[in-house]
């Protein structure tokens, strides 16, 4: 795949990107606004920190100069904090190619305005054609090979299949969809189930406890995903149950460890101090909270996730809190207006 393929932030996700990229035979520029960090990928090949262990091939070169890695770039691969993607979006816009390509990895809503990164991304860079990448992608397993799938998400169907002939791999396999709306949800409000899951197992809790909380979840984030347009069955997909499968059972997952360490007592700011990698289930928790109160839509365990992190709620008492509300038929439910 002749294009030119710049990735927007060099942490594990990048990293492993840039490996399964290189590993095609396409040469990729990798971005971080660290010099430290470009300094030592470059003498390392490795990110010694985020993804120790795997070696990054040789077609990949680095650099902290945004306008040398945003000009000529065909396709940008945008992999940063969700909290930073404004920002970085709008330094992007100044060097951007009308046509260029910008694949959107930063799983998030962003916080004081609940918008999804795509929407974040169309705001700074004007007439912006992005693809969203989302899926169960441990970046500790992609960087190994290890077999994974993923889907490509953009209105553009164009757009969303060229991406898809970009990323495919033996070791990676990517699907394509048209549901921006729920692809992003999905990939996003997984992270708050994901800390709750964490919280179950800090407690002590056990397979039963957590089995609830993901099959509640996923009742949840369809709930709010169909009130905002989204198709219900993508949460039956990759970027919905997939994710949060892999997100609430893995200890490679940041926000189920920071979850763990908070049901063991820590505070929120404690937990992502300890786990020292971006827990992007925090600030979504807050995010997803206020989208549920503007769009009425009942979201219990994310309610609860919100006053353990935001209001100093006891992890416990909100756990008996979720399991004694009023009583309810599941069929019934189910069939109601939100799914």
């Given at each position: 795949?002749?294009?030119?393929?710049?990735?927007?932030?060099?942490?594990?996700?990048?990293?492993?990107?840039?490996?399964?990229?290189?590993?095609?035979?396409?040469?990729?520029?990798?971005?971080?606004?660290?010099?430290?960090?470009?300094?030592?990928?470059?003498?390392?090949?490795?990110?010694?920190?985020?993804?120790?262990?795997?070696?990054?091939?040789?077609?990949?070169?680095?650099?902290?100069?945004?306008?040398?890695?945003?000009?000529?770039?065909?396709?940008?691969?945008?992999?940063?904090?969700?909290?930073?993607?404004?920002?970085?979006?709008?330094?992007?816009?100044?060097?951007?190619?009308?046509?260029?390509?910008?694949?959107?990895?930063?799983?998030?809503?962003?916080?004081?305005?609940?918008?999804?990164?795509?929407?974040?991304?169309?705001?700074?860079?004007?007439?912006?054609?992005?693809?969203?990448?989302?899926?169960?992608?441990?970046?500790?397993?992609?960087?190994?090979?290890?077999?994974?799938?993923?889907?490509?998400?953009?209105?553009?169907?164009?757009?969303?299949?060229?991406?898809?002939?970009?990323?495919?791999?033996?070791?990676?396999?990517?699907?394509?969809?048209?549901?921006?709306?729920?692809?992003?949800?999905?990939?996003?409000?997984?992270?708050?189930?994901?800390?709750?899951?964490?919280?179950?197992?800090?407690?002590?809790?056990?397979?039963?406890?957590?089995?609830?909380?993901?099959?509640?979840?996923?009742?949840?984030?369809?709930?709010?995903?169909?009130?905002l347009g989204a198709n219900p069955q993508t949460?039956?997909?990759?970027?919905?149950?997939?994710?949060?499968?892999?997100?609430?059972?893995?200890?490679?997952?940041?926000?189920?460890?920071?979850?763990?360490?908070?049901?063991?007592?820590?505070?929120?700011?404690?937990?992502?101090?300890?786990?020292?990698?971006?827990?992007?289930?925090?600030?979504?928790?807050?995010?997803?909270?206020?989208?549920?109160?503007?769009?009425?839509?009942?979201?219990?365990?994310?309610?609860?996730?919100?006053?353990?992190?935001?209001?100093?709620?006891?992890?416990?008492?909100?756990?008996?809190?979720?399991?004694?509300?009023?009583?309810?038929?599941?069929?019934?439910?189910?069939?109601?207006?939100?799914?």
């Amino acid at each position: 795949m002749d294009k030119k393929i710049s990735i927007i932030g060099a942490g594990s996700w990048g990293t492993a990107l840039a490996v399964l990229l290189a590993n095609k035979g396409i040469s990729v520029n990798m971005w971080s606004v660290f010099e430290d960090e470009i300094k030592m990928l470059n003498e390392k090949r490795e990110h010694v920190h985020k993804l120790p262990g795997t070696i990054i091939p040789e077609n990949v070169t680095f650099t902290s100069d945004l306008e040398k890695a945003v000009g000529d770039a065909e396709v940008l691969v945008m992999v940063v904090p969700a909290q930073t993607v404004r920002q970085t979006s709008k330094d992007i816009s100044k060097y951007i190619r009308n046509d260029t390509i910008i694949v959107s990895c930063s799983k998030g809503l962003e916080e004081g305005t609940g918008l999804r990164m795509s929407e974040v991304i169309g705001q700074e860079i004007k007439n912006a054609k992005t693809v969203i990448l989302s899926g169960p992608s441990h970046a500790e397993e992609v960087g190994k090979g290890i077999p994974t799938t993923v889907v490509a998400a953009s209105e553009d169907i164009e757009a969303a299949e060229l991406i898809q002939d970009i990323f495919m791999a033996p070791e990676f396999r990517v699907y394509t969809n048209t549901d921006v709306v729920g692809v992003e949800l999905g990939g996003a409000l997984k992270n708050v189930i994901a800390l709750c899951a964490g919280i179950s197992d800090g407690l002590g809790f056990g397979d039963n406890t957590k089995a609830a909380l993901m099959t509640r979840g996923i009742t949840e984030i369809s709930r709010i995903g169909v009130s905002l347009g989204a198709n219900p069955q993508t949460f039956a997909g990759l970027t919905g149950i997939g994710d949060l499968i892999v997100t609430c059972t893995s200890m490679h997952s940041r926000n189920r460890r920071a979850g763990i360490l908070i049901g063991q007592g820590k505070t929120a700011k404690e937990a992502m101090e300890e786990v020292k990698m971006v827990v992007e289930g925090v600030t979504t928790t807050k995010a997803a909270y206020d989208l549920a109160q503007k769009q009425k839509v009942p979201m219990p365990i994310t309610v609860e996730a919100y006053e353990v992190l935001f209001n100093g709620k006891d992890p416990r008492q909100a756990v008996y809190d979720l399991m004694m509300r009023n009583k309810k038929n599941e069929v019934e439910e189910l069939d109601a207006k939100w799914l």
